[in-house]
């Protein structure tokens, strides 16, 4: 009855570990559509959004900001040169947010941020640095939106 319930387990252990294997197809157009290279990876442009200097803007200035500054990140989204965004959760770097760029150079990014009202009210500083990351990083936006529940 051992020998039987340990080959029984033996057999379930190994049809595990081989379920667990896929196999990958390489997608070309796919990769192309993604701008990935042969080892689908791209550049990117990663940008830090810090505490900025502007400590003097009152809260309903504050609000405006905010609302230009989202307003923003869909519009750059939309356009296809942001690919990521998002909030820090409360930290002691005065980290507050990360853009993942859809750009190839430091300047291009910069451009883009400085389209930011909370940038530049000095809400916000950011640091900006070429990245280089999986294409598949391209299809965030359209995954998020068919993930996110529509306003009522």
């Known amino acids: 009855m051992k020998k039987l319930l340990y080959i029984l387990l033996m057999l379930l252990s190994i049809n595990t570990l081989t379920a667990q294997k896929t196999e990958t197809v390489y997608d070309e157009k796919l ?16 940008c830090i959004l810090k505490t900025g200097s502007n400590t003097t803007a009152t809260k309903e200035e504050k609000a405006k900001y905010f609302e230009g500054h989202m307003a923003n990140i869909n519009r750059l989204a939309d356009e296809g040169k942001l690919v990521v965004a998002g ?41 900006l640095t070429p990245w280089f990351c999986s294409a598949a990083l391209m299809a965030v936006p359209e995954t998020h939106k068919k993930i996110t529940k529509p306003k009522s």
């Open 31 to 46: 990769a192309k559509e993604l701008g990935g290279n042969d080892n689908g990876m791209k550049t990117y442009i990663f």
């Open 87 to 127: 909030p820090f959760m409360k930290n002691d770097r005065n980290y507050r947010g990360v853009f993942i760029f859809n750009v190839t150079t430091v300047e291009e990014a910069q451009a883009l941020v400085e389209t930011d009202p909370a940038v530049k009210a000095k809400i916000f500083e950011v640091e």
